[in-house]
């Protein structure tokens, strides 16, 4: 300590900062351009750095859009071991303190967790942090522009049940029910990721509809022109 001055800011360029990545990362940006190191009289020095991670996730859209996720992102050092390197978490669950709200998901639950592995090459533990994250899924913009689409559609094809065979507007009801389930089944097909896990059970819902207007139409049709 000189005088009253108990700490300092210092440059990253002028301190060696532990190389601690996100494994399974599918883009990391650090933001460390206006970053600087809290240097205390003591020697300890603390860092905080903003950054964008992108994380590969295995997701289950079964119950799209109701559906729920869990990610998990494992913090680690890429070259040094835990006899160089130790890392733990402040905080181990549920600390929501800093989240900013999504518009798209809702953060259910979060927890950090310290594991160590032995990998075959060393005999040195090397310690990482998972990560995980229960996420949720905002639905109410997707019931409004994809489920009650879908619904409403429905009812006219069961309407159509009604009118009779003879009637060519039932087979303009067909062809045009069949095309805006179509259009709709494009719809989501585009909001979902590509996965053979797992077939949301609106995409089924979207293809038997279009399955069962289909063959309306079809018969219908066969019934015009044989009688």
Request: aromatic residues 12%; glycine residues 4%.
């Given at each position: 300590?000189?005088?009253?001055?108990?700490?300092?800011?210092?440059?990253?360029?002028?301190?060696?900062?532990?190389?601690?990545?996100?494994?399974n990362n599918a883009a990391q940006q650090y933001l460390n351009e206006m970053t600087t190191a809290g240097v205390v009289y003591d020697g300890n020095i603390s860092l905080s750095m903003a950054g964008i991670?992108?994380?590969?996730?295995?997701?289950?859209?079964?119950?799209?859009?109701?559906?729920?996720?869990?990610?998990?992102?494992?913090?680690?050092?890429?070259?040094?071991?835990?006899?160089?390197?130790?890392?733990?978490?402040?905080?181990?669950s549920d600390d929501q303190s800093k989240y900013m709200i999504s518009t798209e998901w809702t953060l259910r639950h979060v927890r950090a967790v310290k594991n160590s592995v032995i990998y075959s090459c060393c005999s040195e533990p090397y310690p990482f942090i998972d990560v995980h994250l229960l996420l949720e899924r905002?639905?109410?913009?997707?019931?409004?522009?994809?489920?009650?689409?879908?619904?409403?559609?429905s009812m006219l094809v069961l309407l159509g049940f009604y009118m009779s065979s003879d009637s060519g507007e039932k087979?303009?009801?067909?062809i045009t029910s069949l095309l805006s389930t179509t259009v709709f089944l494009m719809l989501v097909s585009e909001h979902l990721p590509p996965t053979a896990d797992a077939l949301p059970l609106i995409g089924i819902y979207y293809g038997v509809t279009i399955f069962i207007v289909s063959l309306q139409t079809a018969f219908t049709v066969l019934t015009v022109i044989n009688f």
């Amino acid at each position: 300590m000189i005088g009253d001055l108990l700490g300092t800011q210092k440059s990253l360029r002028s301190i060696w900062i532990p190389d601690i990545i996100l494994y399974n990362n599918a883009a990391q940006q650090y933001l460390n351009e206006m970053t600087t190191a809290g240097v205390v009289y003591d020697g300890n020095i603390s860092l905080s750095m903003a950054g964008i991670f992108k994380s590969s996730c295995a997701l289950d859209v079964r119950f799209y859009p109701f559906d729920f996720q869990n990610c998990l992102m494992k913090f680690a050092s890429w070259a040094y071991d835990g006899t160089k390197i130790d890392i733990w978490s402040d905080s181990d669950s549920d600390d929501q303190s800093k989240y900013m709200i999504s518009t798209e998901w809702t953060l259910r639950h979060v927890r950090a967790v310290k594991n160590s592995v032995i990998y075959s090459c060393c005999s040195e533990p090397y310690p990482f942090i998972d990560v995980h994250l229960l996420l949720e899924r905002k639905p109410l913009f997707f019931i409004i522009f994809l489920c009650l689409p879908c619904v409403m559609i429905s009812m006219l094809v069961l309407l159509g049940f009604y009118m009779s065979s003879d009637s060519g507007e039932k087979v303009t009801l067909g062809i045009t029910s069949l095309l805006s389930t179509t259009v709709f089944l494009m719809l989501v097909s585009e909001h979902l990721p590509p996965t053979a896990d797992a077939l949301p059970l609106i995409g089924i819902y979207y293809g038997v509809t279009i399955f069962i207007v289909s063959l309306q139409t079809a018969f219908t049709v066969l019934t015009v022109i044989n009688f």
